[in-house]
């Protein structure tokens, strides 16, 4: 029998979001304040936050004002351009540093809100889309149940299918039944059984009615099964 794998050889844990802020955080730290403006637009792309967009072109107006003000107080203009240039400069520095630290978490969620997908789709774009396609699905099973099973709502086990992203517990096969949320392989053999000794199930109500199903399966069988 081959050897299971221990705790040691599993995926680490992810890291969490915050995590991904360490590196900035130590740029803002390290540049002394002349990188702070970078930070913020590095943060204001990834969120896609124009607010800290706002906040990044700031602190580089201080940067700025801080550069021409040391050049202007090694002339003999004035000695108040080399009393006040240190501060655009503490401020760009210390007080981004401190602002960093108080949006960091809104920066890690927001962040996490707007990673893409393999197809390069927004992540919660991508999920309104799927309930959407699903709500579709179901409205065409039915307005139109026959147009429905032609092109195959509910049926990713067919090649060729335009599933919907439903599952059809009437006709779907056991494997495909194991997609829907709470249906273990036990389960759907279940399913399929019932399928044929009593015949088909009208909701997700009866099919967890029928198999004494936990209740709270009921929503999710709901938002993902079709009864076609």
């Known amino acids: 029998m081959p050897s299971q794998p221990g705790p040691a050889a599993r995926r680490p844990a992810p890291k969490g979001p915050r995590a991904n802020l360490v590196p900035l955080i130590i740029m803002a730290a390290a540049g002394a304040g002349l990188l702070t403006w970078a930070v913020f637009l590095i943060l204001g792309r990834s969120a896609q936050r124009r607010a800290w ?5 700031v602190y580089a107006a201080l940067i700025v004002a801080f550069c021409v003000l040391e050049a202007a107080s090694g002339s003999s203009v004035t000695d108040l351009a080399a009393n006040i240039a240190p501060i655009p400069w503490v401020i760009a520095w210390f007080g981004g540093i401190v602002h ?7 920066a890690a969620r927001r962040i996490q809100q707007v990673q893409r997908v393999a197809d390069g789709t927004p992540v919660l774009v991508a999920a309104r889309e799927r309930i959407k396609e699903r709500q579709e699905g179901r409205r065409l099973a039915v307005k139109d149940p026959v147009l429905a099973r032609e092109v195959g709502v509910g049926r990713p086990d067919l090649p060729g299918a335009e599933d919907y992203g439903l599952i059809d517990v009437n006709h779907a096969a056991p494997g495909a039944l194991c997609q829907l949320p709470g249906i273990t392989p036990q389960i759907a053999e279940r399913i399929e059984q019932t399928r044929q000794s009593v015949g088909l199930f009208t909701s997700a109500e009866d099919l967890c009615v029928t198999l004494q199903l936990p209740p709270n399966l009921t929503d999710d069988l709901r938002e993902h099964a079709v009864f076609l």
């Open 53 to 57: 967009l706002v906040w990044s072109a």
């Open 100 to 106: 960093l630290a108080v949006i960091s978490r809104d």
